[in-house]
């Protein structure tokens, strides 16, 4: 079952047409293709589309993983069946067959090995267009119950753990769970869940990032900035973080660090240390702590969500 | 009386090597020469030193402009007599004669045209350490008295208005002067004063702003970064407002325009603009608006300072 | 006789639409006004136009300055008509009266006071396209007699002096003369004059050199890209020379230093020295030596040049 | 076999302290111990050290690979005493068991699981010298037969082609080999081998790359500059080519891709193609193709060399 990377994610947005003047018009990301209520985009690095806006109900429809090969496609399909979890197969343009199913905390995940290999991008600098936004890096999920989530996709889905938040009780706040060798393809913060915290897109260089909040600024967006520009003290990256036009998080996000060793130490932080949300000491705003995406269950139903036991908004942060 | 630019600042703190510690070691302005209470320290395009720092009572002595020639220095000195202003000579190593005075706001200024041309250190670059700090950019001073600060000084000594900010009764809440021809030597900001609100030095480029938030959080120093990193809507600067270890305001600041027109037309901000302060939309912390170094008159005694009939904080902002 | 800047150039070109798939499409110019076979540009932060192409004779017809007032503007041509200089009046769209003549040495020259003020475009980020072209910052000149020239710019019109390249016998190989305050306005290079070397454009930071190259790269057009980029010994910028598609040399420029004080100590370079061209020893293509642009005279007819007594190419660099 | 990644390289030096120079005071690469003739060095990202000079003759000990586990390291050992390749094991400090042996070519690997995890300075920036040197990325060797040694290590080892440089007849002259998911861990160059072309740095951003290329101007060591600043064509990366005080050449590289998946296309470029080499076209020196670092075998004689039977210097590029 051995997955590769956290490669797609499929939204629900209100308005295709809103959503493309945030996703392509601003951050300039380049449209693969559309058909009838879907649009396909990807990063300047990007040879597979890594996003699929679907007008209609507002949500997330799945979070993507490449796999290996189609092998690992059809273990993972034999796993599911095994364990009695429910599982549709479905292809999207330019990829699939896709394997949806839902972890057992509810968030709704697609797997994948075949996609369509898009024109290189990578070094047609006079095409490039908004800040730079080069490729999926991550995602990152709330969820109620980290620690279990934690443990289930380390076990199941062999992730590796590369920096965790802990109480004094060693309770997990959040942890960064990777399979590509960067800090992470998953992340789960405490929270009301499950539900989509944010995507996050690699940028070109800590400038970019720098780019992308004047760019919004200009544009008059900047009801948009929600958080950032800032260097996380977690995974060490410069980030922003923008909300799109439904409000589903986007991060922008940059020079972290290579993590790829079996025998890699994961990082803790205390929950009390206000280095790890930014580096330099800036507060996240409150609604960075509550606010995510409903996601959708294979139905199309919402996915009801859980509040945490631990408080929604760390200690002695804000 | 031609001024060229804002030149030097003398500051008043409390413990010269603990300044030092803050200056030199993590801003990496170099030291040119120490002698007695005193170390003359400038940023690594100066050929000139730009910065005093005197152990003793804490507060700021002078705003030190350079001017055109012996001529305009004595230009100075005659129109002073005239005026019946009090004024001193002294030197300083490296630097004189110089000429102290007050403005009639009871700012203490300096003036001078002669100073050692140090080694160039520019191209150096083997030697530089630090975030980038390359030259004194500007000074701001609190006032409470914003509007007649500006006239007098365009009107005095010929400075040049950029931006500045207003409200719907076109009262002056903050002004942007400059010299040397880019946004500022001299900036004036509504608040009690006469104080200084901060000195700003001109950084190597973007990421210069951000490796020095990145030096003061590794050092664990992260009290000293009052605001930012970001880009002013005003001067549309990348930014970052330090605390030295007396509260004196340190601005790192680059980017800016070139304003060296005569007919540059002056830009006007309404103090409502939340883009203003910054085009990000940040917010700016309390302490930005309320807190400030004293000045010390000729005779070495705090500048008595007066409260704005303007609020301290700007509507709508915070 | 004030000049405040080198303000803008006038140059003709045999193809506008492909001179305008230069300058617009790959580095981002803001076509500000087309009038029949003319188009007026700037960068993202002038509020002037500072480039007029014009369809027909390739070449160069003026070096235009922005003097500080209309009485500088009468001054000069007082002194022109009191020296005996021809002199022509003419408007330009957005730009005039401006004063035409050509200096001692045929440079054709133009002078102008007043200009449109367009709209303010620097905090327009949405809007920004190419790799960040902030503003013109100098042209370079070649002339057979660098030393007569600059000492008559130095003399006619207070330039002063940043920069220079001697030999043994301080013989003047090269000069950099500002106005502005900055390391030039004007650079005189010896060779076969005169004859326009290049004009250079101010870049928002040294990434966006590298992002101009990177650009042209993509649009398969590194036939352009003629020197660099690199770090220059003199002035310390980084920069790209680019050939446009008249042959007429580009420059990117950024990041050299403040030398606005009237007491700046010229640095002197032996044209020995291999760092002054490019600080870290990179050689220049022999063309970059040879190639320049015609000087037209005030009736449209070639300026003749004449070849340097010193050798074209520096001895002992290439 | 699971190789993870190259991990270190083992260079002898004639003079450490001269190396030292180069290294730690110019590239700012962290001493993590000394001891005897050797000196243990890595960059801010690494927990490991990456480097090991060692004062006696000069060449090339080995290119070391981190493997996954202990297992893995066994498996090795046992594939070689099967296919009756000559093995010794040794340890480092910090570094150990570490198997040694000879790859069919004669190149001399070394393979270690168990490493000292040194304290985190990735964020200790106020700590950070130099330009910005994070990690060990690559090496490249020269072979001639590039086709061969490319086939053994994707046969043998599992190494993933990612990019590739061929002729009309499809003859492979270089080869670009990646284990931990971007371009390459592993690089193959046509030319006298086996010798050990470069190792491989990577940067913290691009900036980092010109900032190294003035800390060796401003040193006066622009002779340690062999090539660059630029960008590859192949790999996309900024990159700056230096020699170390033996001639050891040393690549600073940032800002390629991400090449993690199984069913990425190996990009195929013409060995006539200008821009693979510079994307700008800038051309490499003849030492670039002609010179390297002899290799040492597990005797510590010098590995004998065969010349390629295609040519050192690709036709059309230089």
């Not at 003047?21 to 449209?31: A, E, N, P, S």
């Not at 009838?36 to 990007?46: D, H, K, P, S, T």
């Not at 890096?137 to 980290?146: E, Q, Y």
């Not at 995406?293 to 002695?316: A, C, K, R, W």
């Amino acid at each position: 079952m051995n997955i590769v990377r956290v490669a797609f994610v499929w939204l629900g947005v209100s308005e295709l047409e809103r959503s493309l003047g945030f996703y392509r018009d601003l951050l300039g990301l380049v449209v693969a293709h559309r058909e009838g209520n879907r649009a396909f985009l990807r990063g300047y690095e990007e040879l597979e589309w890594s996003l699929c806006l679907e007008e209609g109900p507002v949500g997330a429809w799945a979070v993507g993983f490449k796999v290996a090969s189609p092998e690992a496609l059809e273990a993972i399909a034999r796993w599911a069946s095994a364990q009695g979890v429910p599982q549709t197969q479905t292809s999207f343009w330019g990829r699939g067959p896709v394997l949806r199913l839902q972890d057992p905390f509810g968030n709704p995940l697609a797997f994948a090995y075949r996609a369509e290999k898009l024109p290189r991008l990578l070094q047609e600098y006079h095409l490039h267009r908004g800040p730079g936004v080069m490729r999926l890096d991550h995602v990152n999920l709330f969820s109620p119950r980290v620690g279990e989530a934690t443990a289930w996709y380390r076990e199941t889905f062999a992730f590796r753990l590369t920096e965790y938040t802990a109480d004094e009780q060693e309770r997990l706040w959040a942890s960064w769970l990777q399979r590509k060798g960067n800090v992470h393809d998953l992340a789960f913060t405490n929270g009301t869940g499950p539900r989509l915290h944010h995507l996050a897109y690699w940028m070109s260089d800590p400038l970019a990032v720098i780019r992308a909040a004047d760019i919004f600024a200009g544009a008059r967006r900047t009801d948009a900035l929600e958080r950032g520009p800032g260097r996380h003290g977690i995974s060490n990256a410069m980030f922003l973080y923008l909300r799109d036009p439904d409000g589903h998080r986007v991060e922008l996000y940059t020079a972290d660090y290579l993590a790829v060793d079996p025998d890699h130490p994961p990082l803790r932080w205390s929950v009390d240390d206000p280095r790890r949300q930014t580096l330099w000491g800036h507060r996240a705003p409150r609604s960075w702590f509550l606010e995510g995406t409903t996601f959708f269950d294979l139905e199309g139903n919402p996915v009801p969500t859980q509040e945490s036991e631990l408080p929604g908004i760390p200690p002695h942060v804000i």
